[in-house]
C-alpha cells in the first residue's frame, strides 16, 4: 500500500496589527477549499484552536515587531520555518504604528496611559525583516487576496510567485482611468506606490494613499517637488508619506525632506 504523501504545513502568526491581512486568507472564498485542500492549516487562530506543532513549510506573518517579547518570538517563528512570507504594511514596513518613529514613544505613553510604567515597549516599530531574514515579503493595507494566492501557489510548485512591481499607474492605464493628477490636479502617490489594489482610489476620482507601499525603484523626491508646483503645503506632502508605509526608506526620507 503507497504511503499517503503529507501535505506542506501552512501557519499564520500576528504580531503588532489589526488582522486584517491574515483575514485576507479566510476571505479567499470559491479558492479557500482548494487552498486547504493543497496544505495542512497547521496554525492559524483565526481559523481554528488546534494548533499543530512545527516545523512549517509555509509562514505567512502579519504584523510589526514593537516589543521586546516579539522581538524574540519572530527569532522561534524563523527557525520553525522553511518559507517565511510577511503580509501587509504592518510586517513589511512597520505599519501606521510606525509614526511613534518620527516622535517620543515615552512622550506618547503619558499622555495615554494613566501608569506608563507598566507599559513595555520598544522605541521603535519595525519591519519583520528588520530582525530576521525573509524569503518574501507581501504588500498592501490589506493585502490583494488574489496575490496571496498566487504567493501559495508559487511556493507549493517551487517557483518566483508573480507578483507586480511596478506602479499603480499601470493599474490605471490598464483600467482607463484618466490620470487624476495630470487631469486635475489632484496629489497623487500613485506614481511612486506598488500595485495590487487595482487603482481603487483613483477609480473614485482620488488620490492614490499608497496602501502598498513603495514600488521598485520609486522618485519620491520627484514626485514631491510635482506636488509643490500644484501648491501642495509642504506639511501636507509629508503627511501624505506618513501614511499606511511611513517607515518605508523611500516614503521615510521624502517625508523628513518636507519635515520642519
Not at 501606521?96 to 521603535?124: H, W
Not at 486635475?184 to 487603482?199: D, E, M, Y
Amino acid at each position: 500500500m503507497a504511503a499517503v504523501k503529507k501535505k506542506p504545513k501552512l501557519a499564520v502568526w500576528k504580531f503588532a496589527s489589526c488582522d486584517g491581512c491574515q483575514l485576507c486568507l479566510l476571505d479567499c472564498e470559491d479558492e479557500l477549499l482548494a487552498i486547504a485542500e493543497a496544505v495542512e492549516i497547521a496554525n492559524f487562530p483565526e481559523a481554528s484552536r488546534q494548533i499543530i506543532k512545527g516545523p512549517y513549510d509555509i509562514s505567512l506573518v502579519e504584523g510589526s515587531i514593537t516589543t521586546p517579547h516579539d522581538a524574540e518570538r519572530i527569532h522561534k517563528v524563523r527557525r520553525s520555518s522553511k518559507f517565511l512570507v510577511t503580509i501587509g504594511s504592518c510586517a513589511t514596513a512597520g505599519g501606521i504604528q510606525a509614526l511613534r518613529n518620527f516622535g517620543d514613544v515615552k512622550e506618547y505613553t503619558s499622555y495615554v496611559y494613566p501608569n506608563p510604567e507598566y507599559i513595555e515597549t520598544l522605541s521603535k516599530s519595525t519591519p519583520i525583516a528588520d530582525h530576521v531574514f525573509v524569503d518574501f515579503e507581501l504588500r498592501g493595507c490589506p493585502i490583494n487576496k488574489y496575490q496571496l494566492i498566487e504567493l501559495i501557489s508559487a511556493l507549493l510548485n517551487n517557483r518566483k510567485p508573480n507578483i507586480p512591481p511596478y506602479s499603480v499607474c499601470i493599474e490605471c492605464k490598464r483600467k482607463g482611468i484618466v490620470c487624476v493628477m495630470v487631469a486635475k490636479g489632484i496629489p497623487c502617490l500613485g506614481p511612486v506606490t506598488q500595485a495590487g489594489c487595482g487603482a481603487l482610489c483613483p477609480s473614485y476620482n482620488r488620490g492614490c494613499y499608497g496602501c502598498f507601499g513603495p514600488k521598485e525603484t520609486p522618485n519620491s523626491a520627484s514626485l514631491g517637488t510635482v506636488w509643490e508646483r500644484l501648491d501642495v503645503k509642504n506639511d501636507d506632502i509629508m503627511r501624505a508619506f506618513r501614511g499606511f508605509n511611513a517607515y518605508a526608506e523611500p516614503f521615510r526620507k521624502a517625508s523628513e525632506a518636507y519635515e520642519k
